[in-house]
């Protein structure tokens, strides 16, 4: 299995962008996906998560309102779409995928780093101010 990030970039605040995250050795269809990002100097925090159903999302509090995380199963790709960015969103992004038996009982209550099995090696977000 192997995920694979794109998208990040250097961009102004204020500014946005779409991470995607694709797969190959496994199928998002039916699978929890997250996404985490790491700023330097600090611990991997999730930003936004999805249960099986994409009726059960969460998003930590930073970013709730500018982010938005969706799956487009024919594609088998996930994304990030990243809106009004601060400088303090700059960090590495990790896409991340949960199996089905912990993504149907998704609650949206947080990302919980343990359940996902699955990452990508991340990709760059700086925002200059």
């Known amino acids: 299995v192997q995920l694979v990030e794109s998208g990040g970039d250097l961009v102004q605040t204020g500014g946005s962008l779409r991470l995607s995250c694709t797969a190959s050795?496994?199928?998002?269809?039916?699978?929890?996906i997250g996404w985490f990002r790491q700023a330097p100097g600090k611990e991997r925090e999730g930003v936004s998560c999805?249960?099986?159903?994409?009726?059960?999302?969460y998003y930590t509090e930073s970013v709730s309102g500018r982010f938005t995380i969706s799956r487009d199963n024919a594609k088998n790709t996930v994304y990030l779409q990243m809106t009004r960015l601060k400088p303090e969103d700059t960090a590495v992004y990790y896409c991340?995928?949960?199996?089905?038996?912990?993504?149907?009982?998704?609650?949206?209550?947080?990302?919980?780093?343990?359940?996902?099995?699955?990452w990508g090696q991340g990709t760059p977000v700086t925002v200059s101010s």
């Open positions: 991340a995928a949960s199996p089905p038996w912990i993504a149907t009982v998704f609650s949206g209550d947080g990302c919980k780093e343990y359940e996902y099995d699955w």
């Open positions: 050795g496994l199928t998002f269809d039916g699978y929890g």
């Open positions: 999805m249960g099986s159903s994409t009726d059960s999302t």
